[in-house]
């Protein structure tokens, strides 16, 4: 097999691996942002009981004061029951105000955190893509210095001289490690 096969099946699996890897990041995304949409929406049908919970409330306990101030003999137009009834209204709509906001700091944080979700798996993909084309060239770098090396130590061998030369470097390489001048002076010693 040659040098340019080898390196396309490597390009190849290079590509394989990261379309995979895209694959499982975008899975796990849609997965991630249904769960938070589920909580959003779980979140929403919590906060609708909760005020008809209190609405029923609110009307019991209004509903109790009614009979009891009929009872006492007082009118339900009098000052003091306007004044308790008012009262209780007042309070019931702070809590429905309470509960709205605490709906909307719940929805708002899960909007954030399907924003950062999105975000972050943009982020994951981009830097897969991103590492698989600097592992590409970084390949056709290494295949193409292959050939090049290759090329130019066989056109220095054809070269008239080039065995004269390779015999004059042997011949300095051995009279530098019998006068002791060489890279082995230190060795064993």
Do not use: C, W, Y
Request: hydrophobic letters at 40%.
């Amino acid at each position: 097999m040659g040098a340019l096969a080898v390196q396309a099946v490597l390009i190849a699996i290079e590509v394989g691996a990261a379309a995979e890897k895209i694959s499982a990041t975008e899975q796990q995304e849609k997965a991630t942002v249904a769960a938070l949409r589920s909580r959003q929406t779980e979140e929403r049908l919590a906060a609708t009981q909760k005020t008809i919970a209190r609405d029923r409330q609110m009307r019991s306990l209004i509903g109790h004061q009614i009979a009891t101030e009929a009872a006492s003999g007082f009118e339900l137009s009098s000052p003091t029951f306007k004044a308790i009834t008012e009262d209780d209204f007042n309070k019931f709509a702070e809590v429905r105000s309470n509960d709205a906001l605490e709906l909307d700091i719940k929805e708002n944080q899960l909007s954030a955190d399907i924003n950062q979700t999105k975000s972050a798996a943009k982020a994951q993909i981009f830097g897969t893509v991103l590492s698989t084309g600097a592992s590409i060239i970084s390949q056709q770098g290494l295949f193409t210095n292959i050939g090049k090396s290759s090329t130019t130590q066989t056109a220095k061998l054809a070269t008239p001289g080039a065995l004269s030369d390779f015999n004059d470097s042997t011949a300095t390489a051995q009279e530098q490690r019998q006068s002791g001048d060489g890279l082995f002076d230190n060795v064993g010693g």
